[in-house]
């Protein structure tokens, strides 16, 4: 049986990520049939994609309201101030996780950006009170290090990875006058 060639391999990753990122749910037989691969094949390259960390893991769209939650994201600026290794890894250290998730937040993502803005953090909290609390921690653990930071409550998702809101009449709510 002849190999692939890289190309190849790459094109045939690409098309199984593509129909996991629409569904990470599927089967891996429905995955196998879309593509036109056979099912080993398609448990092959998701495992050793998983093992090369090009999938991280595997997440479930929900609506933080149903479950009682709101769901937040800050904007941070941070300032000129050199960051020492420490201070970098104190957000993704365990004690610090601990101390947010003591004030009743759910962390989502963390993402490094360039703009306006050096990070933006994604997060659910039960409500405006908790989520203030966590941009007052990180303001007291990154004293000097942040020149700016904004807390914006997410009021309506109208898509989320690249699935649109089953509610999305529901956007029309916010718009009424």
Excluded at 39 to 59: A, D, H, M, S
Excluded at 79 to 84: T, V, Y
Excluded at 94 to 120: A, C, H, Q, T
Aim: charged letters at 30%.
């Amino acid at each position: 049986m002849p190999k692939n060639s890289v190309k190849q391999i790459e094109q045939d990753e690409k098309k199984i990520l593509e129909e996991l990122k629409k569904n990470a749910n599927k089967s891996i037989n429905d995955i196998a049939e879309k593509c036109g691969f056979s099912r080993q094949k398609v448990w092959r390259v998701i495992n050793n994609l998983e093992k090369n960390n090009t999938i991280w893991g595997y997440v479930a769209i929900v609506d933080e309201e149903k479950l009682g939650k709101k769901s937040y994201i800050i904007l941070i600026k941070r300032s000129n101030k050199p960051m020492k290794k420490e201070i970098l890894n104190l957000m993704s250290g365990k004690d610090f996780m601990k101390r947010v998730e003591k004030l009743g937040i759910e962390p989502l993502s963390n993402i490094y950006i360039n703009g306006n803005y050096d990070w933006l953090i994604f997060f659910n909290a039960p409500d405006i009170r908790i989520a203030k609390g966590y941009v007052e921690e990180l303001n007291r653990s990154y004293e000097g290090y942040i020149s700016e930071i904004h807390l914006q409550e997410i009021m309506f998702s109208a898509q989320s990875w690249g699935i649109t809101n089953p509610e999305i009449n529901k956007l029309e709510d916010f718009f009424k006058v």
